[in-house]
T-cell receptor, first 114, second 115 residues
Framework: AQSVAQPEDQVNVAEGNPLTVKCTYSVSGNPYLFWYVQYPNRGLQFLLKYITGDNLVKGSYGFEAEFNKSQTSFHLKKPSALVSDSALYFCAVRDLNSGYALNFGKGTSLLVTP | NAGVTQTPKFQVLKTGQSMTLQCAQDMNHEYMSWYRQDPGMGLRLIHYSVGAGITDQGEVPNGYNVSRSTTEDFPLRLLSAAPSQTSVYFC??????????????FGEGSWLTVV
């Protein structure tokens, strides 16, 4: 089965510092990987995806993610965190056996302090 | 563009009542799905559809029915609501072609409380 894991329930970072939200994956075949962000009482917003190609993927709001096949990781990064980046972040992998639905990690809560 | 539209946004049900959560998308996407979100558990797949007339079960289908009579609509029915179905429900859709291919778009969610 295709799955992802987010090892951190919460990440705290000071505004202006770089941030990393970790994700590892377990898939058979080539992974289709995604990052989504959820603000309180809102739906999920798409940040970026890796399908194929360059290992460094750039997405919305200054976020990027690095696909690392040897470490089976897809960590989300941003060079300089903003207080407004505080939200819940989900890593997900597309399950090609379920109509291309997503299998999600449990989410990581990011808190950026001023 | 409206994208994925879910209604209602909030609903309170009594145990045993039935109701339908509506989902519509205007992007002509083949794939649609329903998830539920519970604290500390991420999102779990309830049902999905790969096209009109085709549906299948996801990870947590019990207590829910779906149908896909048109490409645009994918309603989720709670047959006899139970407190364990208190959750936030998200509908999603995706296509396969173009620049947005493989990207899955989510609705704003439906907050359901069963008392």
């Amino acid at each position: 089965a295709q799955s992802v894991a987010q090892p951190e329930d919460q990440v705290n970072v000071a505004e202006g510092n770089p941030l990393t939200v970790k994700c590892t994956y377990s898939v058979s075949g080539n992974p289709y990987l995604f990052w989504y962000v959820q603000y309180p009482n809102r739906g999920l917003q798409f940040l970026l995806k890796y399908i194929t190609g360059d290992n460094l993927v750039k997405g919305s709001y200054g976020f990027e993610a690095e696909f690392n096949k040897s470490q089976t990781s897809f960590h989300l990064k941003k060079p300089s965190a903003l207080v407004s980046d505080s939200a819940l972040y989900f890593c997900a992998v597309r399950d090609l056996n379920s109509g291309y639905a997503l299998n999600f990690g449990k989410g990581t809560s990011l808190l950026v302090t001023p | 563009n409206a994208g994925v539209t879910q209604t209602p946004k909030f609903q309170v049900l009594k145990t045993g009542q039935s109701m339908t959560l509506q989902c519509a998308q205007d992007m002509n996407h083949e794939y649609m799905s329903w998830y539920r979100q519970d604290p500390g558990m991420g999102l779990r797949l309830i049902h999905y559809s790969v096209g009109a007339g085709i549906t299948d079960q996801g990870e947590v289908p019990n207590g829910y029915n779906v149908s896909r009579s048109t490409t645009e609509d994918f309603p989720l029915r709670l047959l006899s609501a139970a407190p364990s179905q208190t959750s936030v429900y998200f509908c999603a859709s995706s296509g396969t072609g173009g620049a947005s291919g493989n990207t899955i778009y989510f609705g704003e969610g439906s907050w359901l409380t069963v008392v």
